[in-house]
């Protein structure tokens, strides 16, 4: 890897200068001259009007894979200020990952003003926190958050990279993979690794769903994955463990953003719909037969106090809302109890919720893919079995 500039292509414009979040550019003598700082981010190439600054990546084959160690979990935060769940699950399938190939964890955490949450992380498993606080940092934008991120990967060089398969980590992990010219695999519901040859196992629905695909990056580093959320358990606090913290000074002029987050407007539809979090879910599928019988599928809920899914199929017919779906396209879904409800088990189905504690399949075909994964299977009508269920808990309760 090597950057460059091309001083008869350089007007000395300073652009490049504003673009650079490590401060690693200065104008000498009308001509752009990097630093020592510089991490090759790849920040300033595109800043460039004149074309004049070149960044060369080796080509396959070319990375030496040795030099490269240690795992990364790249963080989130929610809007309330905490780690956000899929991070300390990552966190926790790192841990393990890490220790079989005997390297470290290492949390990549951008914001303004998140020290208390750096503190935190080493009680969830990471030996090493990259702190990178700015007040440009404070909401994600794919921008400045890749510029930094390719900065220290260049850096530091971390064999694997995690990132959440969510809205920031569906965005984000692309940006940085396309730049530093690495491998990703998108929405992986399993990660192992081969200790002797250092690969990263990657397994992820694919063929929409008809298939699981295990997928190595054997040529370029780091190996990077987005993880669904709710497919791994979460790391489990220890009281006392703490991390090194390293404080990463950066310094993101605003004027070389290009978005500007005016206001953030909450889907109040979506956010009453908490799949991932909920410990019960009754879930309907296209054996309900028409969309006015997901309201026997919601009496169900409310008598247990859960929260209603569906399956591709309904939300596709227009039946309920996309916010319901659980499955590869819609929420990955880890609750205590899951009643599939005249589901047949596809495999995009099964990519969302086979991992739930304790699942309860409810179907009239005894040959369903769904009774593979199920702990109970009842094979019945549920238009019958769902009513009787509905009293049995009712009267067991005194109702």
């Not at 074309?51 to 030496?64: F, H, Q, S, T």
């Not at 002797?196 to 695909?213: C, D, K, S, V, Y």
């Not at 309907?284 to 899914?309: N, S």
Request: charged share 25%.
């Amino acid at each position: 890897m090597a950057i460059y500039i091309e001083e008869e292509k350089c007007t000395g414009c300073g652009l490049c200068v504003a673009s650079c979040p490590y401060g690693a550019i200065e104008i000498v003598e009308s001509k752009a001259r990097f630093t020592d700082d510089c991490t090759m981010c790849g920040a300033c190439v595109s800043a460039c009007p004149q074309g004049a600054i070149v960044l060369e990546m080796p080509r396959k084959g070319e990375v030496d894979t040795s030099q490269y160690r240690d795992l990364w979990v790249v963080a989130e935060t929610t809007p309330e200020g905490d780690l956000a769940g899929v991070t300390i699950e990552l966190l926790g399938e790192g841990r393990k990952l890490a220790d079989e190939l005997d390297a470290q964890v290492a949390l990549v955490l951008m914001g303004d003003e998140v020290g208390e949450l750096a503190e935190k992380a080493g009680g969830f498993g990471a030996d090493t926190v990259y702190l990178v606080s700015h007040p440009s940092l404070k909401q994600y934008r794919t921008g400045p958050y890749a510029d930094v991120l390719c900065g220290l990967i260049n850096k530091h060089k971390p064999e694997i990279v995690l990132f959440g398969a969510t809205s920031m980590g569906r965005d984000l992990a692309p940006r940085v993979a396309a730049r530093i010219k690495a491998g990703l695999t998108a929405d992986c519901t399993e990660l192992s690794v081969d200790p002797e040859t250092r690969l990263l196992h990657q397994t992820r629905p694919a063929f929409g769903g008809n298939i699981m695909a295990t997928i190595l990056c054997e040529y370029t580093r780091p190996q990077m994955a987005t993880v669904r959320p709710r497919v791994m358990d979460r790391a489990q606090w220890q009281e006392g463990r703490e991390a090194d913290i390293v404080e990463v000074p950066v310094d993101i002029d605003e004027r070389s953003v290009a978005t500007k987050i005016v206001e953030v407007i909450a889907d109040e539809g979506a956010g009453a719909v908490n799949l991932q979090d909920a410990e019960i879910i009754v879930s309907g599928g296209r054996g309900l037969g028409a969309p006015e019988h997901f309201a026997l599928i919601q009496e169900l809920a409310d008598t247990l106090g859960a929260t209603v899914g569906a399956s591709r199929a309904t939300v596709d017919a227009g039946w309920i809302p996309a916010y319901h779906q659980v499955g590869q396209t819609g929420k990955t879904v880890k609750p205590k109890l899951y009643i599939a409800c005249g589901i047949s088990g596809a495999v995009q189905h099964l990519a969302g919720m086979s991992s739930s504690d304790c699942i309860v399949a409810i179907n009239k075909d005894p040959d369903a893919p769904i009774f593979k994964v199920a702990h109970y299977g009842i094979v019945g009508d549920l238009f019958e079995v769902v009513p009787e269920l509905i009293s049995a808990i009712n009267e067991r309760r005194g109702q």
